[in-house]
């Protein structure tokens, strides 16, 4: 009779974790279209969560991400396995601002070198602010390729796309140049809704 149960419970516990994973629908096929996207330039809200993995040369991390964008800025939270490791980084027109969550805040009016150095990595997250909805930076040059396009010497291809409110969104996005390898999985999307916490 305990065996029944527990087996029952387990088999509960499966389905409820298949089913809280499959909150978005992965579309395999779709190959990347900037025109069908170009819309998404005017969104001035949305935010997602995933994980992201960055490889230098000498150098390689992984974090859990939640990134909040509004019109006036972007918030960035990254955090290693069970919330450890806690940064928040949070970019406005003109500055950059990083709380690692031990009392001391960092500032800089230079955000892209300021990231850079305190990252150890060279990270372009101004283009990212762009690039993870699936779009080109605006008024720099960009080249079209099947699964992306290449911009300001880096490789941005889409690997997979997921349905969010009747839009066609990145899941898996990878930026690539000769230093430095991004990937982002995006788990969850929200677009124009409040901010994530």
Known sequence: MLNSQWRWLSLGMVFLVMTACSTAQVDEGVKYSKSAKKHLYHLDHWSFRGRLALTGKKDAWQASIAWTHEADGDEIKLSGPLGQGSTMVRLSKDEVVIDRG??????????????????????????????????????????????????????????????????????????????????LMIDQWGLNDAKTK
């Not at 892209?112 to 372009?124: D, K, R, S, T």
């Not at 008024?139 to 796309?161: A, C, H, M, P, R």
């Open 102 to 183: 031990d009392g001391k805040v960092l500032a800089s009016k230079q955000p892209e070198e300021f990231i850079n150095q305190q990252l150890g990595l060279a990270v372009p997250v101004r283009s990212l602010r762009y690039w993870v909805v699936g779009l080109p930076e605006p008024k720099t040059s960009f080249v079209l390729t099947v699964d992306g396009f290449v911009q300001s010497g880096w490789l941005i291809e889409y690997k997979q796309e997921q349905a969010v409110n009747n839009e066609l969104l990145p899941r898996k996005v990878s930026v690539i140049n000769e230093q430095v390898k991004l990937k």
